[in-house]
């Protein structure tokens, strides 16, 4: 079963920059959607940013357009979220999903998460 695994997370001012890193050890990703999420305390999880499997588009919500950009490396079957420029407003626990192949894709098995606080 495809789950993956979440890291790079931390503490960081605001302004600062983050990578998070998405990968799984049992299963090629590079046929497969990914998409990054997140989910604050009391707020429903949202999507952040999504990259298809054959062509490289890519998906950004205006909330995090231009500050967080999402990459794919399939030879290392690992996908990556940078963040720049983070705002408090940032904060939360942020998972990446491979998407089913369904119309539309829904979220496969959710993983941990890695959790981001931006904070002075």
């Known amino acids: 079963q495809l789950q993956l695994v979440e890291s790079g997370g931390g503490l960081v001012q605001p302004g600062g920059s983050l990578r998070l890193t998405c990968t799984d050890s049992?299963?090629?990703?590079?046929?497969?959607?990914i998409a990054w999420f997140r989910q604050a305390p009391g707020k429903e999880r949202e999507a952040v940013s999504c990259?298809?499997?054959?062509?490289?588009?890519?998906y950004y919500p205006d909330s995090v357009k231009g500050r967080f950009t999402i990459s794919r490396d399939n030879a290392k079957n690992t996908a990556y979220l940078q963040m720049n420029d983070l705002k408090p407003e940032d904060t939360a626990v942020y998972y990446c999903n491979a998407l089913q192949r369904t119309t539309p894709p829904i979220p496969g098995v959710w993983g941990q998460g890695t959790q981001v606080t931006v904070s002075a």
């Open positions: 049992g299963f090629t990703l590079d046929t497969y959607a």
């Open positions: 990259i298809s499997s054959s062509d490289g588009r890519t």
